[in-house]
């Protein structure tokens, strides 16, 4: 029912939505409704194991990379700016899910004369990054550092954990840093005194 529906729909935006397929119900089964029903019902993970026909046909059809891709949240920077003390950063969540547990994120400016980092909190609630919409952060790192040139990185750390393990790495290719837990910006800017 529509009333079912939008109930499920609304629980699973703030929650995981996990679960498997029990037979093969074309055109339900078939990938456009599947990969739509996704999306629509946050899916965060789905069994592989049962039921596999389903599994073969959306790989035989063609979707089942992009759910292997999208199952969950799945942050995307699209760009950065930096300009009179000021970054700009502009990420998406192309995921199906979103973020569900507290969680903050911060700029990391590293120094480059010195490797000194200095950790700006940038975002104080994640779960607001919403899937499907333009994410902008802006943060004046005036008087948080020192004047001098830094290369920037963003770092969504786990709040419980210290271990770089549980930060989430962004989908982009060639940012992430896995001894740090870091995505790489790819800026150096100059921070100039106040």
Do not use: H
């Amino acid at each position: 029912s529509t009333a079912e529906s939008n109930y499920l729909t609304a629980q699973t935006d703030i929650s995981p939505m996990t679960g498997e397929t029990n037979m093969i119900n074309a055109p339900r089964t078939n990938c456009a409704n599947a990969v739509s029903e996704m999306n629509k019902y946050n899916w965060s993970l789905i069994n592989r194991d049962y039921l596999t026909a389903n599994i073969t046909n959306w790989t035989s059809n063609g979707c089942f990379a992009e759910m292997e891709r999208r199952l969950g949240y799945r942050f995307e920077l699209t760009n950065s700016s930096f300009a009179n003390n000021t970054l700009t950063l502009n990420l998406t969540n192309s995921g199906y899910a979103n973020v569900y547990k507290a969680r903050k994120a911060f700029v990391v400016l590293k120094n480059t004369a010195t490797n000194v980092e200095y950790s700006v909190e940038i975002s104080n609630d994640i779960r607001t990054w919403k899937k499907g919409t333009a994410i902008q952060l802006i943060k004046d790192v005036s008087g948080t550092v020192p004047a001098g040139n830094y290369q920037l990185f963003l770092n969504l750390p786990d709040p419980s954990l210290s271990s770089p393990l549980y930060s989430i790495r962004c989908a982009n290719t060639g940012t992430w840093d896995a001894v740090k837990g870091y995505n790489n910006l790819s800026l150096t800017v100059a921070v100039s005194g106040t």
